[in-house]
């Protein structure tokens, strides 16, 4: 089992930054991929960006090239850089893992990207 909590969200105008964090509740080394989604109100969740254990990164089409994502093992967290918001970023952005056949999903943390 793993309990994942986000932080970092906030309001910020277009064109700014906001870093998320992902704090895992245990040691996150021997997990292979740990991602961020978000959802959108009235939209599916949909994937942001992936990692993997060895540090392999993927991301959906709409972010590539202002989103990055890292982690860090020793602090058993999951980070996300977001640059040049814009305003259809705005969403509940969740963290996510799968340990065996089971998914695990935070709370979610909210980001509004408005003037």
């Known amino acids: 089992q793993v309990q994942l909590v986000e932080s970092g969200g906030g309001l910020v105008q277009p064109g700014g930054s906001l870093r998320l964090s992902c704090a895992a509740s245990?040691?996150?080394?021997?997990?292979?991929?740990m991602g961020w989604y978000r959802q959108a109100p009235g939209k599916q969740r949909e994937l942001v960006a992936i990692?993997?254990?060895?540090?392999?990164?993927n991301y959906g089409d709409s972010v590539k090239g202002r989103f990055t994502i890292s982690r860090d093992n020793a602090k058993n967290t999951v980070d996300l850089q977001m640059n040049t918001l814009k305003p259809e970023d705005t969403a509940v952005y969740y963290c996510?893992?799968?340990?065996?056949?089971?998914?695990?999903w935070g709370q979610g943390t909210q980001v509004t990207v408005s003037s």
């Open positions: 245990r040691s996150i080394s021997s997990i292979y991929v």
């Open positions: 990692i993997t254990n060895p540090g392999s990164t």
């Open positions: 996510n893992t799968k340990l065996g056949n089971r998914e695990y």
